[in-house]
T-cell receptor
Framework: DAGVIQSPRHEVTEMGQEVTLRCKPI?????LFWYRQTMMRGLELLIY????????DSGMPEDRFSAKMPNASFSTLKIQPSEPRDSAVYFC??????????????FGPGTRLTVL | AQSVTQLDSQVPVFEEAPVELRCNYS??????LFWYVQYPNQGLQLLLK??????LVKGINGFEAEFNKSQTSFHLRKPSVHISDTAEYFC???????????FGKGTTLSVSS
């Protein structure tokens, strides 16, 4: 299996621009997570999908952030408009079980976003 | 609410020395604990997890961790480290809703020869 795939690996953009991060979970996994990693705040959960439905989006910072999962094999995280404080590494993870699961989460390699 | 505290942000050790990375948790519900490792420029990888049963959990790459309920700790240990163990290590607890993991700030393990 190819593992969780994220694209792009690096993104540099200017403040005010729209940014779209993409994730392909492991085939057969029905849970998908978006995390953000910064030096100041560490790893934070942004949103959790189960069977393509957003279950917990309490970690989404503000309305500038949105996430979708149109099908079981694809998810996007969009920031519009982007701000310098959004600079971070964004990870996507997937697991094979859902709510209440203790199953292993498999992480992608991350997208390093820099907003100038 | 659950939380995780990793007591050391950086741990430098020499090759073949033993190491312990400390983790304390706070939880009012059943505890499920995890250690993940992040190598440079990579995503996180599961080292081991405690769900129930034996308090000593063995993981990959020779790591083990001990769940101590009275001390609310889940310290990670390895008897002899290698240069290749240089990485960032994250302790995590499952959140109360059971939907995701709450991570500590991480401990950077630096192994030198």
């Amino acid at each position: 299996d190819a593992g969780v795939i994220q694209s792009p690996r690096h993104e540099v953009t200017e403040m005010g621009q729209e940014v779209t991060l993409r994730c392909k979970p492991i085939s057969g996994h029905n849970s998908l997570f978006w995390y953000r990693q910064t030096m100041m705040r560490g790893l934070e959960l942004l949103i959790y999908f189960n069977n393509n439905v957003p279950i917990d989006d309490s970690g989404m910072p503000e309305d500038r952030f949105s996430a979708k999962m149109p099908n079981a094999s694809f998810s996007t995280l969009k920031i519009q408009p982007s701000e310098p404080r959004d600079s971070a590494v964004y990870f996507c993870a997937s697991s094979s079980q859902g709510w209440g699961s203790t199953d292993t989460q498999y992480f992608g390699p991350g997208t390093r976003l820099t907003v100038l | 609410a659950q939380s995780v505290t990793q007591l050391d942000s950086q741990v430098p050790v020499f090759e073949e020395a033993p190491v312990e990375l400390r983790c304390n948790y706070s939880s009012s519900v059943s505890v499920y604990l995890f250690w993940y490792v992040q190598y440079p420029n990579q995503g996180l990888q599961l080292l081991l997890k405690y769900l129930s049963g034996s308090t000593l959990v063995k993981g990959i790459n020779g790591f083990e961790a001990e769940f101590n309920k009275s001390q609310t700790s889940f310290h990670l240990r390895k008897p002899s480290v290698h240069i290749s163990d240089t990485a960032e290590y994250f302790c995590a607890v499952r959140n109360q809703a059971g939907t995701a993991l709450i991570f500590g700030k991480g401990t950077t393990l630096s192994v030198s020869s």
